[in-house]
């Protein structure tokens, strides 16, 4: 690995507090020095006047789709679509074909990912195929890679085996990841209940459908002493039963994703299957808590719940339509845009909740800047508009709501274990 000065950029790292125009070197993978000026004539020179220069962001819910659904996605292809979008390390979900629930399966996503642009950190799932009915091998899992545990796409429906999963979670030391959805209250809904839902003539999905599993599993992980994360909470309600969890002192994190905290089911302008994810849109109400629960601090992480489907899928009706939507490209600015813009986070706490705190979730030693840490890092521009644009992006999902979306926050370049994976020049 070669040498990379970056200059007169602002150094913004909330791990320790920096908010400062300085220089940083880069050698052999690390960050070796910080200061208000290093002269260099000999290394790789990045100008970073103007910008901001902060740590690799870390995407705790990403789905990858590979194996079986190379259409949608690939392990290239996502990479690649996250280091354009600033983000250094992807927690890829285990709903793929066949589920990632044993060793080998884990051995085998590492394998595949060896050579890709950013960290992938798998998570296996907790039950076999994705069943709910007989345990994944949690802890040959762990030792062979796998960095937390999750049934994403569906819950455990079968509150007995899930508390055992909490179980041997706890004692292997691994985090789970919530995907908290009651299967049997969705009836067929394929958007948020309300007048909207009413309007467009689709069944509805309640806020009962999350909050009910929030509840759930927040007093399960209670009796089996895990660390439990919530993913892409959506719901005011689900807020409160995050707040009611950490006043108890329990290890529950929750995280939001950048279209809960910035779209309404009000704005969904007709029935299409762009406007399909899961959890779905909520009510405006529920938008303002999210956005207040990140400002307070209740909810700690923004993740993206990156799904790809292929075109002809999504270009359809949301009755036959699959849930989900592109987002880790954008993730960044949609962030920067609405909540540092709009008055509910500074910058450098829009980069705790995506970079440091994920990090703190799953344990690892990421998310800061500082001299001997690996230089996995990001320089963006958050001066200039620009906007949103799917056949821009790197992923084979163009599938966004967020199409011709005007936004700030611009990544310029991505740097992993001190190597350039991604330029806009």
Request: with cysteine.
């Amino acid at each position: 690995m070669g040498r990379i000065l970056i200059k007169r950029g602002r150094l913004v790292n909330p791990a320790d507090g920096t908010d400062k125009v300085c220089d940083i070197l880069i050698d052999d993978g690390k960050i070796a020095e910080i200061a208000e000026e290093i002269p260099g004539e000999t290394e790789s020179v990045l100008d970073a006047s103007g910008k901001i220069v902060m740590p690799g962001l870390i995407d705790l819910h990403v789905h990858l789709r590979e194996p079986g659904f190379e259409y949608k996605e690939t392990i290239e292809t996502g990479t690649k679509a996250a280091a354009h979008g600033g983000v250094t390390s992807i927690c890829p979900m285990p709903n793929t074909n066949p589920v990632i629930d044993s060793p080998e399966r884990v051995r085998d996503l590492l394998e595949r990912a060896k050579d890709a642009p950013v960290h992938v950190l798998p998570v296996g799932a907790v039950t076999l195929g994705q069943e709910g009915k007989e345990l994944a091998d949690i802890r040959g899992m762990k030792e062979a890679g796998a960095v937390a545990l999750s049934e994403d796409g569906k819950s455990v429906m079968d509150s007995l085996v899930y508390r055992k999963g909490l179980c041997q979670a706890a004692e292997c030391g691994i985090p789970v990841f919530a995907h908290c959805e009651d299967k049997c209250l969705v009836d067929g809904g394929v958007m948020n209940a309300g007048k909207k839902a009413e309007e467009l003539g689709l069944p509805g999905i309640t806020n009962a459908v999350e909050d009910v599993i929030v509840a759930r599993d927040i007093f399960l992980s209670k009796e089996a002493g895990n660390r439990l994360h919530l993913c892409h909470c959506s719901t005011r309600d689900s807020a409160v039963l995050v707040e009611l969890a950490k006043k108890q002192g329990l290890p529950v994190t929750g995280e939001v994703c950048p279209h809960h905290f910035t779209m309404s089911d009000e704005e969904i302008t007709e029935d299409h299957g762009r406007f399909k994810m899961n959890p779905p849109l909520r009510g405006s109400e529920d938008v303002q808590a999210l956005k207040e629960a990140l400002r307070d601090g209740i909810m700690d992480v923004i993740s993206t719940d990156h799904a790809p489907h292929g075109e002809e899928e999504k270009n359809q009706s949301m009755r036959r339509a699959p849930f989900g939507i592109v987002g880790i490209e954008n993730s960044f600015a949609i962030g920067y845009t609405e909540l540092v813009r709009g008055g509910y986070l500074t910058l450098a706490g829009l980069i705790e909740k995506m970079s440091v705190n994920p990090a703190r979730v799953l344990g690892i030693d990421k998310g800061n800047i500082a001299v001997g840490k690996a230089a996995d890092v990001v320089i963006a521009d958050i001066s200039g508009e620009y906007e949103i644009d799917p056949e821009a992006f790197f992923s084979k999902g163009k599938n966004t709501p967020f199409a011709g979306k005007k936004v700030y926050g611009k990544v310029e370049t991505t740097i992993v274990d001190g190597r350039v994976v991604y330029s806009a020049s």
